[in-house]
């Protein structure tokens, strides 16, 4: 499953990073990349250079030999074999014990010529605005330091998505995405190894992000490597987690929590909502693509099943009456359910968005409001997500951000229908 956007070129950097002392900043808020043994500096998707740096960063694409000298020490893998909603929950716990641990951000002794990480974070920047535009509009109503932290995130999640979705996926291995995970670790260790990495890196230092939800989200690949069906709502719900709720832990960080509120859980289950909201938006709008481009089905089978849909006519195309030529009414009733769960699931992440800091509310409620309208537009085009792509257009984009702005300002504020604004 693709997220937004692709990853694009990177630019040289003027000079090295280096370890230096952690430098706490402000109060916290809420690629296909060719195996890295090549020992050279890896490319973002598209096959453009990412180039090194850091001087200790051009081992980091390999085995780290020593630990950075650094006073944070990253945690290590759990040896408990967790599945389905506690994986999700284990994360959370993680994150949320880093952020009430490291509110200013990871203690990581790290420095970056001031001008390379002005680049880096334009970069990712750019990458953001060109390959991701819905998302870069929701950063656009950050402040900068919150923006420039989204979009490290953001190109980080996009170069480990393109591993398995890129150009170059029938490439990757298991052995491949191990090699990833290392030289994540090493961005936490405060050795980056090309300029898109350092901008995470210093983001680590600004915000308290754990390294559990960016391992899940490897794992996430892992498991699209190896599976191309989901039996039950149970595994696809882990899926989910994996390659969507873990940008959601990453996130919360950097968007920040309401000062009066003192158990993060609640906030943090929003956020976890609205990922899972987003992904299974994602799977219902793609079903026909992803099944006649990648030979993937998201949907559960065992839903499938129940509403008296077989796996091969989805593979075949779509569910289509023989008499009308239109989407049948198993179809319809399959998809009538799929699009209320995830409504569910988006109601249950609008009570988190009114916990977050108020400066962060109306990014997310704006982010929340547009993906939500991918839901009505498959509705309009009559369930058929075969052979029609359900889209935003620009001009509801638009007017949905005051409607946004004025539901951040006022919790509890009901809105009109989205469908009352033009197409």
Request: with cysteine; glycine share 6%.
């Amino acid at each position: 499953m693709r997220m937004e956007g692709v990853s694009g070129a990177t630019r040289p950097a003027a000079t090295a990073c280096l370890h230096t002392a952690h430098r706490p900043h402000g109060r916290a808020m809420a690629a296909a990349i060719p195996p890295l043994a090549t020992r050279r500096p890896v490319h973002p998707a598209g096959g453009y250079p990412a180039r090194s740096v850091c001087t200790a960063a051009q081992t980091a694409a390999k085995e780290p030999a020593v630990d950075a000298p650094s006073s944070y020490k990253i945690p290590p893998r759990s040896e408990t074999v967790l599945t389905g909603k506690a994986v999700e929950d284990y994360a959370m716990r993680k994150q949320i014990e880093v952020h009430e641990k490291y509110p200013r951000g990871l203690p990581i002794e790290f420095s970056c010529a001031p001008q390379v990480l002005e680049a880096s974070y334009a970069r990712c920047g750019e990458v953001t605005a060109e390959y991701a535009k819905t998302f870069y509009l929701g950063t656009s109503l950050m402040s900068e330091p919150q923006a420039k932290a989204i979009w490290a995130i953001y190109v980080w999640c996009r170069r480990t998505d393109e591993l398995v979705d890129g150009p170059n996926a029938s490439k990757i291995t298991p052995e491949a995405l191990d090699r990833w995970e290392r030289r994540l670790e090493a961005i936490f260790e405060g050795r980056p190894y090309d300029e898109l990495d350092a901008a995470l890196t210093d983001t680590l230092t600004r915000f308290p992000l754990d390294i559990q939800p960016f391992r899940d989200m490897i794992d996430g690949m892992r498991m699209d490597l190896v599976k191309a069906r989901y039996q039950t709502f149970d595994e696809l719900y882990e899926y989910c987690y994996k390659v969507a709720g873990t940008v959601a832990l990453m996130s919360m960080p950097v968007m920040g929590v309401d000062r009066n509120v003192e158990d993060y859980e609640e906030v943090y289950r929003g956020a976890l909502a609205l990922g899972t909201a987003n992904q299974l938006t994602n799977i219902l709008r793609d079903v026909g693509e992803d099944a006649a481009e990648r030979n993937r089905i998201y949907v559960p089978l065992q839903e499938l099943e129940e509403y008296g849909i077989s796996e091969q006519e989805v593979l075949d195309g779509g569910v289509f009456s023989p008499t009308t030529g239109k989407i049948d009414d198993r179809w319809r009733r399959f998809m009538e359910f799929q699009i209320r769960r995830a409504r569910e699931y988006f109601a249950e992440a609008e009570s988190g968005a009114d916990k977050l800091a108020a400066e962060a509310r109306w990014p997310v409620w704006s982010a929340l409001i547009l993906y939500r309208q991918i839901l009505d537009s498959i509705e309009r085009n009559g369930y058929d997500n075969f052979t029609t792509r359900a889209y935003v257009s620009k001009g509801k984009k638009m007017l949905s951000l005051p409607l946004a702005y004025a539901r951040a300002n006022v919790p509890g504020l009901s809105l009109p229908g989205i469908d009352s604004l033009p197409r």
